[in-house]
Every structure is written in C-alpha cells, then in structure tokens.
C-alpha cells in the first residue's frame, strides 16, 4: 500500500476539470478501495476552499458541498504540526520554495509519506526528493 499526503492542488481537481484532474480522481478512487492511504493537512481545507471560490465556477453553497464531500471521504487530517513548520520554514529560505509547500513536503517526510502535487513549479525547485511526486507522474 502507498502512503499519501495529498495538497490542495491535487484535491481542487477533484471538483475541476483540469489537466490530471483524472490522475487525482484515480487516487481517490485507490483511497476508497484501499488501495491507497491517502490523507491531507488542516490547511489544504483552506486552501482547497480559496482555489475554488477563486476560480469562478462555484458558488458559496458550492464550495461548501466540496468541503463536506472531502469530509465524507473520511480521509485522514494531520493537525497543525509547529516542529514541521519549523524545518518547512527553513528549507522555504534554503530551496527558494513557499513556506505553505515546504510545510506540507516536511510533514510527509517526518509521517512517511509520499506529498502528491500538481504543482510542477514546486516541483521543479525541490529537484528529485523520494518524498515528492508529481501528479502527472501517478500510476
């Protein structure tokens, strides 16, 4: 079984038809057939809720529904960890990357897990780390 933490770039595509948006739905589909542990942080419900009232297609109630299908999931929360935070805020100065991508890839480093992103840019800049990977690159 793979071990995921998933970021709301990849969890926004559940809602959007984007590119790999079928890639995100098929680690959602792997999660409920438990083929797939997948789990979030606290903050990819915030962050998931901005990129959805931000892009136009959804409505207040909307937005909302998306939350609660994301609850209903049962998927796994990590609650607000500082002593990720910490290091997250130092390889955000070391690696040129945003302190909210440098949180997320040091949480999945200290649990294990393997951070799932559809964010190449973030990507880019981390270079080739085993904690990382990159949406596109999911089978």
């Known amino acids: 079984m793979r071990f995921v933490l998933l ?3 990849v969890v926004v595509k559940w809602f959007r038809n984007e590119s790999d948006s079928d890639r995100a739905v098929a680690i959602q589909r792997e999660f409920l057939e438990g083929r797939v542990d997948a789990s979030v942080s606290e903050l990819t419900f915030y962050e998931t809720a901005n990129a959805l009232r931000y892009s136009g297609d ?3 109630d909307e937005v909302r529904e998306c939350l609660d299908s994301i609850v209903a ?3 796994g929360v990590y609650p607000f960890d500082l002593d990720a935070l910490k290091s997250g805020v130092e390889s955000s100065f070391d690696q040129g990357i945003s302190v909210y991508d440098a949180y997320l890839l040091c949480l999945a480093k200290k649990h294990s ?3 799932v992103t559809a964010d190449d840019r973030f990507c880019d800049r981390v270079g080739n780390d085993a904690s990382l990977c990159r949406l596109r690159d999911w089978t």
Request: aromatic share 8%; hydrophobic share 40%.
């Open 7 to 9: 970021d709301s770039s």
């Open 58 to 60: 959804f409505s207040s």
């Open 113 to 115: 897990l393997t951070l």
């Open 73 to 75: 999931l049962e998927i």
